[in-house]
């Protein structure tokens, strides 16, 4: 199996506050690696010093094999990483238009934009052809993370960091995501999705990585940790009836 993510031993210090405690992570490519975890895990913490917002203070991140451990956000970026975080990151006075407009990078104007691609993501989240002019601070939440993960493949990308895709939404909109990632993942892209939602995470993942006091203490396939209930519960604290 090729991995196109690899954390070794990777240990976070944000101030005085030791986060990630030798993180050992492999992210597969072309398939959605969820990781899960309880609240206060570094699952987050994770993902922002993948994106190099915090940097590891000791361990290695390849991606693709290029060492990535001290790489700048912006040069990560540009490396084919898009990062949609909880907070969503929108720019709410701007349009939907504008907002996909400042993530195409490769565009300057709208008619640059790869016509066939938006098409693609307007199948997916018909919301964003509906209120493509409208300023992305008028939407509702569901849409503002529809919005947030169209930004975030407006144009092809290696890697997708994607933090808590379906918190708060309604049952209805989650429905909607899961379809939009089923989709990304006919596609190959690869995708590092953390989730709480359990039922959200073994509809999609293919394979898991479960977190717990920063490091990684369980990973294998999806399907297996759905199957086993016990597992479930020692690594999770789910009870059989939570997700149902």
Known sequence: MSHLLTLSGVQTHIGAYHILHGVDLQVPANELTMLLGRNGAGKTTTLRTIMGLWHASSGQITLAGQ????????????????????????????????????????????????????????????????????????????????????????????????????????????????AAFKALKAAQTTILLVEQNFNFARQLGDSVAVMDDGKVVHSGPMAELAENTEMQGRLLGLSLGAHQ
Request: net charge neutral; hydrophobic share 50%.
């Open 67 to 178: 060492d990535i451990t001290t790489a700048a956000t912006p040069d990560i970026a540009a490396s084919g990483v898009a990062y949609v975080p909880e907070s969503m990151g929108i720019f709410a006075d701007l349009s939907v238009k504008e907002n996909m407009l400042l993530a195409a990078r490769a565009a300057r104007t709208v008619d640059d934009m790869d016509t066939t691609r938006l098409e693609w993501i307007f199948d997916m989240f018909p919301a964003m052809k509906k209120f493509w002019n409208h300023p992305a601070g008028k939407l509702s939440g569901g849409q503002k993370q529809m919005l947030a993960v169209s930004r975030a493949i407006v144009e092809p990308r290696k890697l997708l960091l994607i933090d808590e895709p379906s918190k708060g939404l309604a049952p209805a909109i989650i429905q909607n995501m899961i």
